[in-house]
């Protein structure tokens, strides 16, 4: 049965946005859990779980209104890694192949980087460290898409066409990003220039990949393909599997990440307009 969304829903989305970035802010400046031995800026996520299940209640919504239901949770999270791993899989090689014309050729790493006490980078293959990793990004992806892709749809939609809901979340949803180049920018790390520029980055990246994870939903009814996704992007591409040469490791992840993500927006986006084209014959 479809609940009545009752309050305004750009006030709410509004609130909701300003209130998670707040806490994500003074993480990211204040704590800095991720320059710890945690190594992931969780807390504010956990707290924007939190914020998601009072913004439900207010807004007379359940989880499973919003993309959480019981049915179809197994199936679509592995689509959704079968969709990341094979994209990736394209990405990695192209990488490696990047790095193997340059006279620089490469090998994988499987560990997770964080930071010792004394604040240097280190490298941890303990399962405790793959165990909190994984645990971390499913808190992690679990606030982002049922705040960027179930809440923010969901009542938008209410009073806008699903696309125009869709652009506005992955905007917000890039936006959301830009407090890395930023706090870079602040620790002195990276010009003002530059920092833009990331910034300018993020918002297009990001927001590519929220229109995907969007329209996924929008396909299966759920949150869970794209959770699958966003999941694999975040623990396995980003924090586990490492390309390591000569001289560094990870050089090329934004490639990686970037060739992935576009092989994978163009394969949604196409599987997206075949059947709304179906759909309307």
């Known amino acids: 049965m479809r609940r009545t969304i009752k309050c305004n829903t750009i006030h709410l989305c509004i609130a909701v946005f300003t209130f998670c970035l707040l806490v994500r802010f003074a993480e990211y400046f204040l704590i800095k859990t991720d320059q710890t031995a945690i190594g992931e800026n969780v807390l504010h996520k956990a707290v924007g779980i939190i914020i998601l299940a ?39 090689g192209v990488e490696l192949a990047i790095l193997t014309m340059q006279g620089n050729p490469a090998h994988f790493e499987l560990y997770i980087s964080s930071f010792s006490l004394s604040g240097s980078q280190v490298k941890n293959t303990g399962f405790l460290f793959f165990a909190l990793c994984v645990v971390f990004n499913i808190i992690n992806v679990w606030m982002e898409e049922g705040i960027f892709r179930g809440l923010f749809i969901k009542t938008l939609s209410a009073t806008k066409p699903f696309m125009t809901a869709n652009l506005i979340g992955a905007f917000l949803f890039g936006v959301w990003h ?3 180049p930023l706090r870079s920018y602040v620790n002195g790390e990276m010009s003002f220039a530059a920092m833009a520029l990331m910034s300018i980055g993020y918002i297009i ?76 014959e």
């Open 54 to 92: 009072l913004a439900l209640k207010r807004a007379n919504l359940s989880w499973s209104d919003i993309g959480f239901q019981r049915n179809g949770f197994v199936s679509g999270i592995l689509k959704g890694l079968l969709l990341g791993s094979a994209c990736f899989a394209v990405s990695y």
């Open 178 to 180: 830009i407090v890395m």
């Open 205 to 280: 990246l990001a927001g590519i990949m929220g229109i995907k994870w969007g329209l996924l939903s929008r396909m299966t009814g759920n949150l869970w393909v794209g959770l699958g996704d966003h999941l694999f992007n975040n623990t396995v591409a980003t924090n586990m599997l490492h390309v390591v040469s000569s001289t560094g490791a990870d050089e090329l992840q934004i490639v990686r990440i970037m060739a992935a993500q576009l092989v994978s927006f163009i394969f949604v986006l196409v599987i997206y307009i075949y059947r709304s084209r179906k759909e309307g």
